[in-house]
């Protein structure tokens, strides 16, 4: 049973660029949750996708978009970044609502 | 809106004490309660899962209990080791909704020194 992966490790932008984010989740799993972790603080929810339909979000701005695609695979995407958006980005697979699975991350840096 | 906090923020302790680490909650109406560790720049790693309708987890070290009614959970580790260090992070999965958003606290920060 493979763990949940994500894609790219790290990665520098440009502000005003877009950035993609992948993760790979748990085999099995049905739902993918994606948060944004600042230095020093928990991490913040972004939205949850539940079989391929997005059932939650945080208060995050619609610049923060996702999909989820059949195999369970999930992209995050950030239009128009900002400096704020420097963060470790995580997602998480479960199946709802159970245990969640973290990847190891991508840390994102916005210059 | 669900609010979590952690206390205290961070803990340095002499190896082979034991712990306890505590999250709160506001909202009551909570489906679970899971414990994460991190270490710096990771991801989380799960260490315990609560249902709501539970008192308490045990995974070797680690004692996890549940006070759903005060919004209180608990994390024991004994006999505290320096491969203990990291951060402890609590989420809860709210009930409501049928959506079961998880909120995160802050987190404590342990560091057990030999």
């Known amino acids: 049973e493979t763990g949940v992966t994500q894609s790219p490790t790290h990665l520098i932008k440009t502000r005003g660029q877009q950035v993609t984010l992948r993760c790979s989740s748990q085999s099995g799993h049905n739902t993918v949750s994606w948060y944004q972790q600042a230095l020093g603080q928990g991490p913040q929810f972004i939205f949850q996708?539940?079989?391929?339909?997005?059932?939650g979000r945080g208060n995050f701005p619609p610049r923060f978009s996702g999909l989820q695609f059949p195999n369970y695979s999930s992209e995050l995407n950030v239009n128009a970044l900002e400096l704020d958006d420097s963060a470790l980005y995580l997602c998480a697979s479960s199946v709802l609502p159970y245990e969640q699975y973290f990847g190891p991350g991508t840390r994102l840096t916005v210059t | 809106k669900q609010e979590v906090t952690q206390i205290p923020a961070a803990l340095s302790v002499p190896e082979g004490e034991n712990l306890v680490l505590n999250c709160s909650f506001t909202d009551s109406a909570i489906y679970n309660l899971q414990w994460f560790r991190q270490d710096p720049g990771k991801g989380l790693t799960s260490l315990l899962l609560?249902?709501?309708?539970?008192r308490e987890q045990t995974s070797g070290r680690l004692n996890a209990s549940l006070d759903k009614s005060s919004g209180r959970s608990t994390l024991y580790i004994a006999a505290s080791q320096p491969g203990d260090s990291a951060t402890y992070l609590c989420?809860?999965?709210?009930?409501?909704?049928?959506?079961?958003?998880?909120?995160f606290g802050r987190g404590t920060s342990l560091i057990v020194h030999p």
């Open positions: 996708y539940y079989r391929e339909e997005e059932n």
């Open positions: 609560i249902q709501s309708s539970q």
């Open positions: 989420a809860v999965r709210g009930a409501s909704g049928g959506s079961y958003i998880p909120t």
